[in-house]
């Protein structure tokens, strides 16, 4: 059975669901923006449309507080030929969707990742992919301890490597892994994995970071022409 809106614009990019409330869905999608349904998807609607950019990247709600939503701006999974948009920042709403603020971050370029922490809504982190053509220093992971009012970058690994995606411990706020992945693309070159690829990981909030060595494997890869992607035994990590 389809349910959902089919006319959105683009690919759906995120869905959330309020733990205590089956009835709600919030669908984030590439270049359409925001649906939401308090039905199970019987019926739609659009909570986004006033934003500055309406490609989506993530959707984080808060566990202490369903109605407190991040969303990142910009869709940050660039494959082969495909058309992403590059976003501006990130949102908040304190509402349940109805009404949105700007929280910055508008030269980040593509949001792959937001996570909140499970007690504390103002803890929040930001993986930012960077923009999709050109080599940049607004990467990495961003963190801010008052509800996105103001942003500290703590980690960056290069120019051409940015974060895709965020995993924290839901016991433990303090321990977070960050997925890093080096993407270049040009007009008529992609490079899809790099040296600067890796996973990190922080025991005190993103503070500091190390990375991940034990075990993983890491493959050199020659750039690919446009249009050409990875097998997929080396594709490159995809935002959940």
Same mark, same amino acid.
């Given at each position: 059975e389809v349910a959902g809106a089919t006319n959105i614009g683009g690919r759906v990019t995120d869905l959330e669901m309020p733990p205590s409330d089956l009835q709600t869905i919030y669908v984030g999608t590439a270049s359409g923006g925001i649906f939401k349904t308090e039905n199970q998807g019987a019926d739609w609607t659009p909570i986004f449309d006033d934003a500055l950019s309406?490609?989506?990247? =993530?959707?984080?709600?808060?566990p202490s507080d369903e109605?407190?939503?991040? *969303? $990142?701006?910009?869709e940050p999974n660039g494959g082969g030929g495909s058309i992403t948009y590059d976003g501006l920042g990130v949102?908040?709403?304190? =509402?349940?969707?109805?009404?949105?603020?700007?929280?910055?971050?508008?030269? *980040? $370029?593509?949001?792959g990742?937001?996570?909140?922490?499970?007690?504390?809504?103002?803890r929040v982190w930001v993986a930012a992919m960077g923009d999709l053509f050109g080599q940049n220093q607004n990467r990495?992971?961003?963190?801010?301890?008052?509800?996105?009012?103001?942003?500290?970058r703590v980690l960056f690994v290069s120019e051409k490597s940015g974060a895709i995606d965020l995993a924290i411990h839901p016991q433990n706020p303090d321990v977070l892994y960050a997925a890093l992945w080096e993407r270049t693309r040009t007009p008529d070159n992609n490079v899809y994995v790099g040296a600067d690829s890796a996973l990190y990981r922080s025991t005190d909030g993103g503070r500091t970071c190390t990375?991940?060595?034990n075990a993983l494997p890491f493959l050199s890869v020659p750039q690919l022409p446009l249009g050409l992607a990875l097998p997929p035994s080396h594709a490159p990590p995809l935002s959940s």
């Amino acid at each position: 059975e389809v349910a959902g809106a089919t006319n959105i614009g683009g690919r759906v990019t995120d869905l959330e669901m309020p733990p205590s409330d089956l009835q709600t869905i919030y669908v984030g999608t590439a270049s359409g923006g925001i649906f939401k349904t308090e039905n199970q998807g019987a019926d739609w609607t659009p909570i986004f449309d006033d934003a500055l950019s309406l490609a989506i990247g =993530d959707i984080a709600l808060a566990p202490s507080d369903e109605n407190i939503l991040y *969303v $990142g701006t910009g869709e940050p999974n660039g494959g082969g030929g495909s058309i992403t948009y590059d976003g501006l920042g990130v949102y908040k709403s304190t =509402d349940a969707g109805a009404t949105w603020k700007a929280l910055g971050l508008e030269t *980040v $370029g593509s949001i792959g990742k937001i996570v909140v922490d499970p007690t504390d809504p103002d803890r929040v982190w930001v993986a930012a992919m960077g923009d999709l053509f050109g080599q940049n220093q607004n990467r990495g992971v961003y963190y801010s301890e008052n509800g996105g009012q103001s942003w500290e970058r703590v980690l960056f690994v290069s120019e051409k490597s940015g974060a895709i995606d965020l995993a924290i411990h839901p016991q433990n706020p303090d321990v977070l892994y960050a997925a890093l992945w080096e993407r270049t693309r040009t007009p008529d070159n992609n490079v899809y994995v790099g040296a600067d690829s890796a996973l990190y990981r922080s025991t005190d909030g993103g503070r500091t970071c190390t990375e991940l060595t034990n075990a993983l494997p890491f493959l050199s890869v020659p750039q690919l022409p446009l249009g050409l992607a990875l097998p997929p035994s080396h594709a490159p990590p995809l935002s959940s």
